[in-house]
């Protein structure tokens, strides 16, 4: 018969008690870790809840566990989320094997910090090894730290209770941890929950050492990091299934989004990891062959309290000072403008009233001039990360980057240059705007990066300086040893290890021989895009200002197939006024002259680009709010305005007017009657043309509606395939995923054209995917009648058309719509090139 013996845990902290059911943590709340109380700490100081062994500290300090002499173990963890913190406010006043008392103090922490910087502040103490429990006070209300909580049951194990099961073990292969902050306790108690699943005893093992895969306190003690390679073993029966199992919880991320997973099959046999190729998204195309190197951020030691506020003021003037100067210098000596506008924006994060106040405000409190500046930026780049707008996001990482320059300046230190092997391959978790625009162009031949996005300004830079580039890699590259020759195939997001001499000779082939047709492709810029059979085309371009139409026109484009006005509203602190307006549009629309199309898209902007001059509440999902056609509903006099200036320009283009993000019928009518209105006002006695954006999935399904009452169609494949998708567009490890070759997307684009056709309308295609030339023969091939294009891309895309026959094209396109994924739409098309190519060259020939 077991016997029952008692065990108190007494409060590790003072606080607000809360029952674990209400915790906003479902690890937490469902119990997977193990069963105990939350409490809302008003103390400080973490202390032994009970005596024992410190099992486990976390290295980040934010997590604890005791386990006594009977097998009883206790996890404390301080906060939530507060792993991300990664050490931050938190001081260990013991080590791990320490043998410590109850009441005794554990943990330090800055409650203050975690409030600003974590989720929350909520401490909770969970009985981790599962033993019964009561309360000793209500599970609400105030307590004191040291004050007796729960009163465990210990029932004594009988002997022989489980005998460890037989047999050879198995191995998985080994996997690198791909999870950002190592298994800890979230990951690690689902790894343990689906561990205990099975009757086979199972390790999971780091190097030489090893843990009981089904105590969650044995998986942290082997304090993982990201990129540990990992192996599962397992005794048993069901020993195969547990480590098939296993392996893809562990590569999947353990409930944790990660990137790429590597799944595993159970072997007997220890082996290697035989990664070959790593996959991203192409952040800037082109290939190179090199060496990989991989680059670290230098970490900067910063004093919290300075010598004298006037002195400390004048150290973070100085540094403000110095580095508008060296960014104006980088502005002056930029390649282009998008280069020059990244400078030009980071000089304008230097002058921003708030993050000064701030900073100014921790001086006046006797903090260091580097010390609040660097509290300044980094809590702005923590907002504006938690805010959920990508591009926000990705200003968090240009303030970090004019932060890290600041800080450098005041505290005098110089940036060691990196020493850099010819042919380099740079390898980063992300490499910032500055860093990017300092490379050494005759070293480096370009890079690869975990973080990052397609449309992150690191990108647009990589492409201004023609540096291959992929990012959203998944974050075993950054285990590559230094020296590692890679293949770096931007145009597919793959890097190559170890590539065999034969890839990369025909990488370089397929090189040249893109130069080459990129040449011919100039040079017949202005020949019309007929197919073979003689089907004309119309290729125009996406453009967001005057040189860019200029240039599009001496590139071959036909017109303007989409002129995103926003340019005329975004970063500035007023409305553009009528004439001002007005003068651009009449501008464009001469450069263009009246035989040409112009259709000028009404002002797309929204939660995502918020505008200074339009007061907005902020939103929880900036891309489902205010956006578009609905923001300038809200906002009649916007878009009357915005009118009367596109009127102003009405003969001297063939005129088209375009509502974004249009949804419902009744805001086609509203914008009709609006522009109707001010048309009349104005005298005018010929409306221009008006169509619509196809960009969301409610408009293509009813197209047949939308059709009878609109001029025309564009389809914004980059919003339409967001939507469709339910995946942000500028998600970089979404990116490969979000592809607007899914059959899902070409069965709306399909669908579209048929409706607009049966009303006799046109329908273009403005999204980037009207830019791939892959897309091309799939396009036209669904009956699309124009493409609006990135301007650099124009020639490409007449050339593509002029080596395709429509009626080739109509069968590929019938043929991908009953695909299942995009990846077999591509391997289709790519498969209907090299068959069109060769049909060129014959008949060429
Ligand atoms: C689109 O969504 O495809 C589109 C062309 O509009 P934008 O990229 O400006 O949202
Ligand atoms: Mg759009």
Redesign the pocket.
Known sequence: MPTTQHLQLLAPLSGVLMPLDQVPDPVFSSRLIGDGLCIDPTSQTLCAPMAGVISNLQRSGHAVSITDDRGVQVLMHIGLDTVNLAGKGFTRLVEEGQRVEAGQALIEFDADYLALHARSLLTLMLVVSAEPFSLLTPDTGLVESGQPLLRLNLAEQPANAASAPEGEALFSRQMILSNPNGLHARPAAVFAQAAKGFAASICLHKQQASANAKSLVAIMALQTVQGDALQISAVGEDAELAIKTLAELLAAGCGEAVAAPVVSEPVAVVEAPSLKVLRGVCASPGSAFGRVVQVAEQSLEVAEFGADQAVERRHLERGLFQATQALQGLCDNATGDAQAEIFKAHQQLLEDPSLLEQAYALIAEGKSAAFAWRNSTEATAELFKKLGSALLAERAVDLADVGERVLKLILGVQDSAWVLPEQAILIAEQLTPSQTAGLDTSKVLGFATVGGGATSHVAILARAFGLPAICGLPTQVLSLASGTQVLLDADNGELQLDPDLAVIEQLQAKRQQQRLRHQRELEQAGLAACTRDGHHFEVTA?VASLPEVEQAMALGGEGVG?L?SEFLYLERNTAPSHDEQAATYSAIARALGPERNLVVRTL?VGGDKPLTYVPMDSEANPFLGMRGIRLCLERPELLREQFRAILSCAGLARLHIML?MVSQLSELRQARQMLEEEALALGLKALPKLGI?I?VPAAALMADLFAAEVDFFSI?????TQYTLAMDRDHPRLASQADSLHPAVLRLIASTVKAAHAHGKWVGV???LASEALAVPLLLGLGVDELSVSVPLIPSIKATIREVDLRECQAIAQQVLSLESAEQVREALHRHQQTAVVSSLVLEN
């Open positions: 996406n989409l995103r797309d974004p954006m960009e914004g494949t980059n919003d339409l403005c999204g980037a």
